[in-house]
């Protein structure tokens, strides 16, 4: 082998292998953006703060075990976070999930509904217990416990498989129709309710009224409650 030939292999040696470097770091690069751009897209964060919001509803019922009034205030926001949430999904996310997943989607969905009917049916029943009491604390465990594996699912399989097929546009389109539908969907319990829409819609803006009217006559956190939590 020549030298001059030698000299040029041995400075093209670095010059490949820093290519090759270069390259393996711009695709993990690129494949933990992309990641991270799908855990903050719009419709993952909507859905994520509400999940949020249940835990923290939950956790200042607990703290305020021996706090009768306290207790019974943290429970009705809880319960008007949780059902509110659950309707909008399924009138908003799970026909997206179907839309744009196929079958694997229509799999997903019904079986979020299912779960959604398990919850529905535990808050049913917390209103014709008491706060505070020991059947209260006992099915809101449970409810709690039945609730968290499901956002973990949803968080975890449902939101990124979908969040792929979208863009970033059409997310933020979703969240703003998730918040909207949110504002008039029943804000408590109805579990013989439909769950699908266009009937679920329909059933949920003639119920949403009545649940309003209890609502103004029951207890909810203070301005002072949030602040100072």
Same mark, same amino acid.
């Given at each position: 082998m020549s030298r001059p030939f030698a000299l040029a292999q041995a400075s093209f040696r670095p010059s490949l292998l820093t290519a090759q470097r270069s390259r393996v770091y711009l695709r993990l690069s690129s494949q933990f953006n992309f990641r991270k751009a799908m855990s903050t897209r719009a419709l993952t964060a909507a859905i994520k703060d509400d999940h949020e919001e249940m835990y923290e509803y939950h956790e200042k019922y607990q703290k305020a075990s021996g @706090? &009768? @009034? +306290? !207790? =019974?205030?943290?429970? /009705? !926001?809880?319960?008007?976070? %949780?059902? /509110? $949430?659950? %309707?909008? =999904?399924?009138? %908003? &996310?799970?026909?997206?999930? =179907? *839309? $744009?997943?196929?079958? *694997?989607g229509k799999e997903l969905a019904d079986h979020d509904r299912k779960e959604h009917q398990d919850v529905k049916q535990y808050l049913s029943d917390l209103e014709s217990l008491t706060p505070g009491s020991s059947d209260y604390d006992a099915l809101l465990e449970k409810t709690m416990k039945h609730l968290k594996p499901h956002n973990d699912d949803e968080e975890n399989t449902d939101l990124p498989l979908l969040e792929e097929k979208l863009s970033a546009e059409e997310s933020q389109e979703a969240a703003d129709s998730f918040k909207r539908t949110k504002k008039f969907v029943p804000t408590r319990a109805h579990p013989s309710a439909p769950n699908q829409p266009p009937l679920e819609t329909i059933v949920g803006f003639l119920t949403a009224p009545l649940d309003k009217l209890k609502d103004a006559?029951? *207890?909810?956190? +203070?301005?002072?409650? *949030?602040?100072s939590s």
């Amino acid at each position: 082998m020549s030298r001059p030939f030698a000299l040029a292999q041995a400075s093209f040696r670095p010059s490949l292998l820093t290519a090759q470097r270069s390259r393996v770091y711009l695709r993990l690069s690129s494949q933990f953006n992309f990641r991270k751009a799908m855990s903050t897209r719009a419709l993952t964060a909507a859905i994520k703060d509400d999940h949020e919001e249940m835990y923290e509803y939950h956790e200042k019922y607990q703290k305020a075990s021996g @706090d &009768v @009034d +306290t !207790q =019974e205030r943290w429970a /009705r !926001q809880l319960i008007w976070e %949780v059902a /509110r $949430h659950a %309707v909008g =999904e399924e009138i %908003v &996310v799970y026909p997206l999930m =179907e *839309k $744009h997943l196929g079958a *694997k989607g229509k799999e997903l969905a019904d079986h979020d509904r299912k779960e959604h009917q398990d919850v529905k049916q535990y808050l049913s029943d917390l209103e014709s217990l008491t706060p505070g009491s020991s059947d209260y604390d006992a099915l809101l465990e449970k409810t709690m416990k039945h609730l968290k594996p499901h956002n973990d699912d949803e968080e975890n399989t449902d939101l990124p498989l979908l969040e792929e097929k979208l863009s970033a546009e059409e997310s933020q389109e979703a969240a703003d129709s998730f918040k909207r539908t949110k504002k008039f969907v029943p804000t408590r319990a109805h579990p013989s309710a439909p769950n699908q829409p266009p009937l679920e819609t329909i059933v949920g803006f003639l119920t949403a009224p009545l649940d309003k009217l209890k609502d103004a006559f029951s *207890k909810f956190p +203070t301005d002072e409650m *949030k602040n100072s939590s």
